[in-house]
């Protein structure tokens, strides 16, 4: 039985005013491309080109190297500079195929053909899938062709298309969904040929009537899906809220979606895998959002994957004349990374840039206190943890109590805790912390173990 909405969860400002009313533009970019191999979760893909190879858009320019790993194609057509180390995001170096871009796009022969999904079996669906390197669009980074092969399909009860878009600033997946309602429900059926006894359901807040209104449109005549507008509440995006509203089921860190009978895949993703599949074209471009207080002309575009964070800025007009931004975020305020460097790529997972003028993290680290033991963190997980006695077990460094009293590994770092915390507590980025160390001491009693074995 489902449930209307999910436990706890917060409302933060919305603030996406700013580029909701922003129709997508089409970018194509001028600078060189820059693809990091571990831009998904799982192993990094194995570079199949070399410095001095031209490449066309739509080009296999790295493999996956494992079950779990993606494909990268090029998104623009020229030469490649280097397979060398570049920074990311992440703040971190990694190895990246660096293509020095010709502005030509001169296209894989192939890319673009109309291919009718229902001649097509589930496994050649899959590989197409596979080819076109399409991972989780919505920020997870979740190989898709390894997701939708479950070891039991025929238990699959819902297949959920994640139009939630809850968390502030960002609306390229609501204009996603005004603008290509059409293909995304194409491919929500494509998805749904996988699972024979599974429904489809289009969650989509109610703070986005547009998108709502073009889904039920396009969902017309297709019998096995339908849209549910939910109320506006954060996380109502995360996988575990989608599923206990529309399955009404919890499930633990051991289980999987596929567990509990579902199958949660972002509207973006759903949209990439209708191009694979439909239109023989792989994963090179995605929406994405320039916007915060700071920006000129906040904006979303359509552009390609590898472009540079710098150029997509100067797409959306730059700063506002006399603003600067204090804090640059990959995503938006709840779940983004900050980062302060501009020369880093877009991938796969990056929904969108977002340039705010005050850093309310500083200005909450000026005035925190020690706990007040009001509760309102545990009132607000979406998970039912208790974010102030693991934070206490964290200081304490007690990873037993925190993993296995506390169930701490649970958390899903949405930051409802640190947003609701009136001693300003930094309780994500400490169970990020805990997370990471206890993780670290696991793989090291597995190398101890295999080293004595």
Known sequence: MSMNTFRGGVHPEG????????????????????????QHIGRPASPVVKKGDRVLAGQLIAEASAFVSANIVSGCSGTVKAVDRHRTIAGTFTDCVIIENDGLYETLPGVGVKVDPSSLTKEEILAKIKDAGIIGMGGAGFPTHVK???KNPDGIRYVIANGAECEPY?????????????????????????????????IIEKNKPEAIAAMQKAAEGRGRIR??????????????SCISVVAGVHYGI????????????????????????CESTPLMERGVTITGEAVKRPCNLMTRIGVSCGELLEAAGGFKDGTEAVKVLAGGPMMGIAFDNLNVPLQKNNNALTFLVRDEVAEAERIQTPCIRCGRCSRVCPQGLTPQMMSAAFEKKDYDRYENKLHGLECISCGSCTFICPAKRPLTQEFKIAKAEIMAIKRAAKEKEGAKA
């Open 227 to 240: 849209i549910m507008p939910v109320p506006v509440k954060y996380p109502q995006g995360g996988e575990r």
């Open 254 to 277: 051991t289980e999987l979606p596929a567990d509990v009978g579902c199958v949660v895949d972002n509207v973006g993703t759903i949209y990439a895998i209708y191009k694979a599949v």
């Open 148 to 150: 939708l092969a479950p």
């Open 170 to 202: 960002i609306t390229c997946d609501d204009h996603l969904m005004r603008e290509h309602a059409d293909q995304i429900m194409a491919g929500l059926e494509v998805v749904l040929s996988l699972f024979p006894h599974a429904e489809g359901v289009v």
């Open 15 to 38: 603030h996406k005013e700013l580029s909701s009313g922003a129709s997508f533009e089409s970018y194509l970019p001028r600078g060189e491309m820059i693809y990091p191999l571990g």
